[in-house]
């Protein structure tokens, strides 16, 4: 069955899209606003300033690939729709990075889950950064926006097998736990949401701000990789970007350059994305790129006795936050409980172990169940999180230090998540660490992790949550940009991005990058219109 494809529809129509693979010569291209990167924070503001008759150009490294393009195969899609084919890695190579790099940055590939800002965060950021004008009061009405916007709403079905195993364990144990709001409209229900929506239901900004941009007579350079800002002679200022055109490989340069010239710049690039094109234009600040969080993620694995089928269905609809709020905001590092979907390639390159004992892991798929903790990082004084550099060929990369509060909130998890998959009904549990073995009970499973050895590499971390380093501040001494993401030093430039947060979220984080940027852009519009 072929089903409409709107985006592509659109193209053909007219719409100003260029694929920097195709041009035969350097581009020289100007507009009022130039948006690098088109995820949640430039997919948001892109809508926001075409719509009021802006000359928007949004550009963008990835490739424009649509839900034609869309079939569901994780080796087409990692490589095609993800940073580093889906295994991009801080700098010591503990912890593995899920990022997005396609038209619609990670919004194209996420599983959907929508939460608001924490109120406790909000708060924080007020006493402790003096962003008394973000508190959730103010903020609710660009999450109301937001939600509405993107058609972000309760999830009426029933939750998949996968997701069944957290809700059963939270009820046996007693803990805390609630269902995942979803930005989708008319889902089918497939589970494969990380590889691209293939129906079009999830309302990413491949979907819904990026073609109402374009329907405004934005334009779209796709396959460009900004390299540097253009720093305007007074040193006050930018007059643009430069950067190459990659060849339809996504990747090496075809040889052509372009460059953009605007009265305004906004930077969405996400938190490595955007500290990095800053460092590389010697824009840098004493804030640039530190305090960037991940929300590094635990894993526990469970053999279950029924089948479980962890690949089919909509991929996260319950959670727990019952460890989230038992101890201070700076106190040890509280987690996340969440389920993610469990397809064969990423899950056979994240278990644990070699040889026969990870075949025979593989080989009970259907009845395999995964449970993560996101911890929440940035709030302990010891949790300040990593810092974005760039390597001798320009490219960035994450250093993010694994400290002992990490490690403590890790092996906690892993209590947790054992415990609550045990009292699920599993079979077995294995803790995602190298020296981990199968465990066939709750007292097994308590005293085996208590001896652990917490290390890099040993015990496997991943993270599909990438926060700050270009933190908003008070004052110009303590972060990169104001409340409205406006740079301190370069008055017409601007970050809408996840690199604002001068700390984690503790909640999946799209929604607070759609309801920021929402705020920022609506700024931004009043300015360059009056």
């Known amino acids: 069955m072929s089903l409409p494809d709107p985006v592509a529809e659109g193209v053909a129509s007219g719409w100003r899209v260029l694929d920097g693979a195709a041009q035969t010569q350097d581009l020289h291209l100007t507009?009022?606003?130039?948006?690098?990167?088109?995820?949640?924070?430039?997919?948001?503001?892109?809508?926001?300033?075409?719509?009021?008759?802006?000359?928007?150009?949004m550009v963008e490294e990835g490739a424009l690939r649509t839900s034609r393009d869309f079939r569901l195969l994780e080796a087409k899609a990692y490589p095609e729709l993800y940073q580093e084919s889906a295994s991009r890695k801080t700098a010591d190579k503990a912890i593995n990075i899920l990022q997005g790099r396609t038209v619609g940055g990670s919004t194209t590939v996420?599983?959907?889950?929508?939460?608001?800002?924490?109120?406790?965060?909000?708060?924080?950021?007020?006493?402790?950064?003096?962003?008394?004008?973000?508190?959730?009061?103010?903020?609710?009405?660009?999450?109301?926006?937001?939600e509405a916007r993107l058609g972000i709403d309760d999830w009426l079905a029933d939750p998949n097998p996968n997701n069944s195993v957290l809700e059963r364990g939270c009820q046996a144990l007693g803990l805390k736990h609630g269902r995942i709001r979803r930005n989708v409209r008319g889902c089918w229900n497939l589970g494969y949401c990380g590889m691209g929506c293939a129906t079009n239901a999830k309302q990413s900004m491949l979907v819904t701000t990026i073609p109402a941009a374009l329907q405004h007579k934005a334009g779209l350079l796709s396959r460009a990789r900004v390299e540097r800002l253009l720093l305007a002679a007074d040193g006050k200022s930018v007059q643009g970007a430069q950067g190459s055109l990659l060849r339809a490989d996504d990747h090496s340069s075809s040889g052509y350059q372009f460059h953009l010239k605007a009265r305004h710049v906004v930077l969405a690039a996400g938190a490595i994305g955007t500290p990095a094109i800053?460092?590389?234009?010697?824009?840098?600040?004493?804030?640039?790129?530190?305090r960037t969080f991940l929300h590094p993620v635990s894993i526990c694995g469970a053999v279950m006795s029924q089948r479980i089928e962890a690949y089919n269905g909509a991929p996260q609809t319950v959670y727990s936050d019952h460890f989230m709020h038992t101890q201070p905001l700076d106190g040890p590092l509280g987690y996340k409980l969440e389920v993610p979907p469990v397809h064969p390639l990423l899950v056979g390159v994240t278990l644990s172990?070699?040889?026969?004992?990870?075949?025979?892991?593989?080989?009970?798929?259907?009845?395999?169940?995964?449970?993560?903790?996101?911890l929440r990082d940035g709030f302990h004084p010891d949790s300040q999180g990593g810092q974005v550099r760039l390597r001798s060929d320009g490219t960035p990369e994450l250093d993010y230090p694994l400290t002992d509060v990490l490690w403590d909130g890790v092996r906690r998890s892993w209590l947790t998540m054992a415990e609550v998959q045990f009292a699920?009904?599993?079979?077995?549990?294995?803790?995602?660490h190298e020296q981990a073995p199968l465990l066939n009970s709750w007292r097994e499973a308590k005293e085996m992790i208590g001896q652990l050895p917490l290390k890099p590499l040993l015990a496997?971390?991943?993270?599909?949550?990438?926060?700050?380093?270009?933190?908003?501040?008070?004052?110009?001494?303590?972060g990169v940009v104001d409340e409205y993401g406006r740079h301190w030093s370069l008055r017409n430039l601007s970050v809408i991005d996840g690199s604002v947060f001068p700390t984690s979220i503790g909640a999946n984080p799209q929604l607070s990058v759609y309801a920021f940027a929402l705020r920022a852009a609506h700024q931004l519009r009043e300015a360059l219109k009056a």
């Open 353 to 374: 172990g070699f040889g026969q004992h990870s075949a025979q892991l593989m080989q009970q798929l259907p009845q395999l169940h995964v449970m993560l903790a996101l």
């Open 460 to 478: 496997r971390l991943v993270s599909a949550h990438v926060m700050g380093g270009a933190a908003m501040s008070s004052q110009p001494d303590q």
């Open 278 to 290: 800053l460092l590389r234009s010697g824009l840098g600040g004493a804030q640039l790129g530190k």
């Open 110 to 146: 996420n599983w959907t889950s929508a939460f608001r800002t924490p109120a406790d965060t909000l708060n924080w950021w007020g006493e402790r950064y003096g962003l008394h004008g973000l508190n959730p009061q103010a903020m609710a009405p660009w999450f109301d926006m937001a």
């Open 424 to 432: 699920a009904g599993a079979r077995q549990v294995q803790v995602i």
């Open 31 to 57: 507009c009022d606003v130039l948006i690098i990167g088109t995820g949640a924070g430039g997919g948001m503001t892109a809508e926001v300033l075409a719509s009021a008759g802006l000359d928007v150009l």
